[in-house]
Every structure is written in structure tokens, then in C-alpha cells.
């Protein structure tokens, strides 16, 4: 793809949205550059048409005889196959549909603290994978982990060995503060061989890895596996929960209502089979569609490609945020003997602000990345080597209104639309706003937000997108498609 007289690589042709335009500090526009996709990705141009195409047909769905009943109820049962089919489902697990990862994990939580399950985590783990089991009063126990975030496997080991009654592993396939990927095949067969069962939390691994949850010969497949369809380049309010048939049989619905029970009456119900059992209410058919049309165009580009395309780029990011005065990376897997990532990195600057680096590589060079704890307080305050004492004082001022005075990261994370400028874009601007001193505009709190922004910046929703033509001409009134 060619944006003004730049040649893209990857697949920034695959996505809405890569080609606009934003208004900069200084003056003008430039191309904007998204290195926050493990929040969430934009969406897949394939995604869009389908959804767009879909929309006429959509209606009520099972139990609907009219036409576009019946086109709603296929599309919307293709879509689960095509799911299951691409995440190598077992015979004997089941497809849910969920709004998010955090409702799916939510789910589980109450599924196994009712047979007071204990639970296996680390202290990486995104919050929707570790408040969950914690507010459900399920016993949480914590791996240890080397100074990148890497598994302990030892003390895996060992702590199955050591726990009595049904016992639960539950962690990332991909963290989203390291991008480090634990072995989740070899954790279950390790944690099978003890009785236990796996859940893993695909949320970061989803749109980067190939994923075959019925493993190689059972031994070591993925009990249970979560996901979110905002990140998997589908943004259409969609989560999916692949669990074992008879585990959620054997339970009663977590959500009732419409759709789960074959018979209520005034003194009694018998509930329905699996997966409308689970699925309460009217389902999100037009996320379905969303999501099994990005993993099908995933496929058909090649889970292979994809991800040695973004383990380049990783590389390219890591070294260059390496060489950066200024910037220090949290976690570089030197020290692992077995370092497999993702495309996210985390680093910190530790002679600027981070919100002010992050404000500026947004409002004056068109960088999106993300500043904070990312949903991952425990992470990223172990990888800063902030003590358990310092975090206890900060929850006592925080008890009081006082602030907690506790330190953030940035994170830069890849997709497969972003290519070696992008990456190269991003450290220059490093470069520039931890070497060359403050700012040459003055940033104000927004009194709305809270946020950071140039002074008399009048930022709104533009009624116009502009673009980068596919000639190289910005559109004047933003009629390029984008």
C-alpha cells in the first residue's frame, strides 16, 4: 500500500481506518499511527462488508420461521462452526457466546468456586483474570515468575503436587503487559497429569497465534479458553467461552431468562440443552458474523505469516526502544531460556512523565499507544519492582482520597496492519521528546476527561474523516474511504 510516497508493508490494505489523517499540534495532519492494538484492534475491511451485507438480512433468530429468520439463525450457527473450527475445538467442548473475555472469565469464576475450586494464577494476569476468582471467593494461589514475567514452571509443579481437591490453572496465553506466551499445551498436560484443568485467557493470543485447543493427543488440550472479539479485529460487542459440554451441563445457567429453558411453568422449568443454555436473551448474531468473518480472513492470510510479520517488528521495536536515551524496556525475555512474545512491548521513561510522553506522541506526531497499569496493576508494579509494602500504603491513601502515588508504564503493541515505519516513527519520536527537553506547546487537564492537552485544543468528533488517497492526495473533504 502506498500512503503519500511511502510503500507500507504488512497488511495495512486490511483494515478501516489506516489511511486517516489527524489534526497535529503544530499545524496540519499526519497519517495516524495505531501501536495500541492490545487494547483493541480496528476493524478488518472483510468485517465491515460482511456486516454491511449481513445487515439486510438480519431478524430474530431459532424458533423464527419467517425468511430472514431462517438467513439470521444460519448465518449465526455458521459463524459458531467457523469459531469453533478455527480455534480447534474438541469434540466434547461447547461454543458460547459471551459480550466480552471479563463476562466469559466472570462465568467461570462462579462455575468453579461453587465446587470451591482452588485457582492457580500469576501475578501478570489482566485483571479479568484474577478479580473474578478472588470476588467469587475462590482459593488463589500465585506462581512465581523471573524478572520478565516468565512462569516458574518448577513451582507450577510443585504447587499441584501440594493442592488438595479440584484445582484450577488458570492464565494468559499471551500477557498484555510483556507479550511474553506461556507454553499453555505443555502447563496442561503438566497440570492433567495432577487432575487439574487449564483455562486460558486467549484475549492477547487470539489475533497473533495459531490455536488448537484439542491439542496434539488430548493429554494436553485446553479444558477452557476465552476470548474477545474487539481484539481480534471484529469490534462488535462479541466474547466467546469454549468450555467442556459436561462441566456447563452439569450446572445450572448463570444468566436466565428467553432461550434457556425447553419448559417453564408455574411451578417449575427443564432447561435447555447446550449452547442456548448459556446464551440467554437475543444473541449478538450481528457479532457473530463480525467475528467469524475476521477469523476467516485470518486464515486465509495465514496465522504463520501473521505472526513472523509481527515477531519482526517486535524485534525491530524491542532493539530500537533499547538504544533509546530515556526509555527502558520492562521486560526483554534476555534472561529466558524460552522467550516467546507477542507484539507488545512496555517501557518507561524514567526522566519524563509517562502521561506526558503519551500525550505528546499522540497530539504531536499522530502515535497512539497506552499509559497506565493496563489492567494489570499487579504486572506492572512487580516488573517497576515496586515492594508489597509500597502497594499496601498506596491502597491506605487511597482508603483516605489521597492519591496513590504509585508509577505507570507506556505500551506499544502491534497489529498485522503496522508495518517498519511505524515502529521506526514511534522511536524517533522517543527520542525527540526524551532528548530535546519540554514540549513547545503548553499542555492543560482537560476539565472534562482529566486528560492532558495542548492549550485551546478543541478536539471533537470530526463530521468529516480525513484520508490519504490512494495516490498519495489527501482528500480535502474526507470523501476517500478510509
Known sequence: MVVGTRELTGWPTEVVGMDVEVPLAGGGFGRYINLDNAA????????????????????????????????????????????????????????????????G????????????????????????????????????????????????????????????????????????????????????????????????????????????????????????????????YAPFGIGVLIAPSDALAAATPDLVGGGVAELVTRTGEWWTGLPGREEAGSPNVVGVVALAAALNRLEQLGMDSIRQHEEELTLRLKEGLAACPGVRVLASGSGSAAWSQVGVVSFTTPEVPHEVVASRLGYEFGIGVRTGRFCAHPAVLQLLGVSDADSRAALARLAVGQPSALPDALRASLGLENCTEDVEALIAALRQITGEGPSPFAYVRNPETGDLQPEGWGAKWPSKVRCTGPDGDASSDGSTRC
Open 40 to 103: 483493541s484492534t480496528p476493524p478488518l475491511r472483510t468485517v465491515a462488508d460482511a456486516v454491511s451485507s449481513f445487515l439486510p438480512w438480519y431478524s430474530s433468530v431459532h424458533r423464527g420461521a419467517g425468511y430472514k429468520s431462517l438467513v439470521s439463525t444460519a448465518a449465526f450457527e455458521q459463524g459458531r462452526r467457523d469459531i469453533g473450527r478455527f480455534f480447534g475445538v474438541g469434540a466434547d467442548q461447547s461454543v458460547i457466546f459471551t459480550k466480552s473475555t471479563t463476562e
Open 105 to 232: 472469565l466472570n462465568r467461570l469464576a462462579r462455575l468453579f468456586a461453587a465446587r470451591g475450586a482452588t485457582v492457580i494464577v500469576s501475578p501478570m494476569e489482566h485483571h479479568a483474570n484474577l478479580l473474578p476468582w478472588r470476588k467469587e471467593g475462590c482459593t488463589v494461589q500465585y506462581l512465581s515468575c523471573d524478572g520478565d514475567g516468565v512462569l516458574d514452571m518448577d513451582d507450577l509443579k510443585s504447587q499441584l503436587q501440594e493442592a488438595l481437591g479440584e484445582v484450577v490453572v488458570a492464565l494468559s496465553g499471551a500477557y498484555n503487559v510483556t507479550g511474553y506466551c506461556p507454553p499453555i499445551h505443555e502447563i496442561a498436560r503438566l497440570a492433567h497429569q495432577y487432575q487439574a484443568v487449564v483455562a486460558v485467557d486467549g484475549a492477547q493470543l487470539a489475533a497473533h497465534r495459531q490455536i488448537r485447543l484439542a491439542g496434539t493427543d488430548g493429554l494436553d488440550r485446553i479444558d477452557y479458553f476465552v476470548c474477545s472479539a474487539h481484539k481480534i
